[in-house]
């Protein structure tokens, strides 16, 4: 990468440099030319240990670079890390089409490396808000976890420039493609400035520079466009809801008026109910008082009968008796002439007894006992 790319970089900025964050530095061949912007400081991030003694010497003998012997992945922890023979094509993913692109790499070891994540990289190592920050990718095979973490963490506002260094084929798994790293850079933001890819057939080297200002600005125009959506479909919502309301408006006065007329009809209700409850009441009455006059009418009835049955005994026994009478007056006048005919015909004896015998004699007649006279 040639410093024109870079200062071209670096004259977008709208601050001094401020860090240069360089993942996957390797022996870090490029220092110089990041050290010519003067950042405030360097870091080296390089797992490979057996880079470790020349970045610490680097260290020593400058004050603004910093080693940090650590991989960035999706995720902080222990990972392996895959040394291959051919120091820059080492990598935490597994190689995938390596050997067949370059068929004398292997893989000479995979010792477990300490591993953060870009955002507890950050987070631990603070970046100046107020400067232009650079992040340098070199981690090959880890390019999209890298640029993903801008992304999904909001990452990107603390970067005001990207320099990406990748293979020109994928050789992980894992691993994006050139094209794939610019849709998600630019996705956040990142402007393609300038692409080197003839310096070495195998690598391509591509810089970014992201305008914070245009990003908000974009980003508040994307906030309004959502807003005005969301007005609009609030308005549509509200218009729905009035029209709803509306209806509902009607249909509340229509159960008003419903509710009214329930309460008239339940007033007629509880007046019919009243009634009812009198006139069942009074019918109660009615029957109880036509039940005591069954009663009493059954009871003169049962009292007629039992005169009238008497009568009829009376009259039968005043009818026996008057027979009798009769046959008692008949029998008793029967006797009376009878003994009217002995008294008469004894008065008769006694006055022929006592004249004369020389008086002419009277025959004696039978005597009817029934008439009391002589035949």
Known sequence: MTNSHLSKMVAHFTAPVGHVVYVGCGLASDLDDYLALTPEKVWLIEPNFEMADDLIALEQSNDRVQFLPVAIATQSGEQPFHIVNFFDLSSLKTPSKLTQIYPGAKITQSPQVRALSLYDLLDQNPLPQDLGNILVIEAVGS?????????????????????????????????????????????????LLA?????????????FWRDATAVRFQTLEAELAAQKR???????????LQSALEA??????TAKTRLNEHAVLQEQYDTLCKQ????????????????????????????????????????????????????????????????????HYVSILELGASESAEKTSVPVHDIDPDHGEMS
């Open 143 to 191: 390019e999209a976890d890298i640029v993903s973490a801008l992304e999904q963490t909001e990452l990107a506002d603390q970067f005001q420039g990207v320099v990406l260094a990748t293979t020109k084929r994928v050789l992980f798994s894992g691993g994006a493609a050139l094209k794939r790293l610019k849709t998600m850079l630019a996705a956040v933001g990142f402007e």
């Open 195 to 207: 692409e080197d890819g003839k310096s070495n057939s195998d690598w391509t080297r591509t810089v």
């Open 230 to 240: 969301q007005y609009a479909a609030l308005e549509r919502e509200h218009k729905a």
């Open 248 to 253: 509902r408006e009607g249909d509340l006065a």
């Open 276 to 343: 009812v409850d009198t006139l069942q009441s009074q019918k109660d009455d009615a029957e109880e008082a036509c039940n005591r006059q069954k009663s009493e009418v059954s009871l003169a009835l049962r009292m007629q009968i039992m005169r009238d049955n008497d009568f009829r005994d009376l009259q039968t026994r005043f009818n026996d008796m008057a027979k009798d009478k009769k046959q008692l007056e008949t029998l008793l006048g029967t006797v009376t002439n009878q003994l009217r005919a002995a008294s």
